[in-house]
């Protein structure tokens, strides 16, 4: 299953905002209102993990490594890869691409993943698309008023 979405922020610092992306502060915002906690988050480059917990009835662990972690002066972008993974998925790949067009800088996130049975999967589709997909909101929110 797949989700795809870009979101425009305006006014922001591509190394400000890679910084950011870094920070366990930028993690529990994106989280904000979710039933999601943070139980380990080492940052985005390569061989670091996050692990969290998600609440669907009861909590459910969620683990993470990054990989592929890019930099340059114009961009930078790196992946999720799913390591311990809730509600009977057996795959996830969440790929990051932020980089500089114009006067904006884009957020791309890119989410592929997939459950052991299809069928049960589209039921799970929203629950794990919403905490990406919210993030149009919370993305230009954080960087206009909270960004450090």
Do not use: C
């Not at 904000?32 to 662990?61: D, R, S």
């Not at 972008?77 to 998925?89: A, N, Q, S, T």
């Amino acid at each position: 299953m797949k989700y795809t979405q870009e979101v425009s922020i305006k006014k922001s610092a591509l190394n400000q905002i890679k910084k950011n992306f870094q920070e366990p502060a930028f993690i529990k915002f994106l989280i904000i209102g979710q039933p999601v906690k943070i139980l380990k988050w080492e940052g985005i480059k390569n061989n670091m993990e996050a692990q969290f917990k998600i609440w669907l009835f009861k909590w459910h662990t969620m683990s993470v490594y990054h990989s592929d972690f890019e930099s340059s002066n114009n961009s930078f972008e790196f992946k999720d890869h799913g390591k311990i993974l809730p509600f009977g998925l057996i795959s996830w790949l969440h790929i990051h691409r932020i980089y500089k067009k114009n006067e904006l800088i884009i957020i791309k996130d890119e989410l592929n993943f997939k459950h052991k049975n299809n069928f049960l999967g589209i039921f799970i589709y929203p629950i794990m698309v919403f905490p990406i997909a919210i993030r149009k909101i919370l993305y230009p929110v954080y960087f206009k008023f909270l960004k450090k």
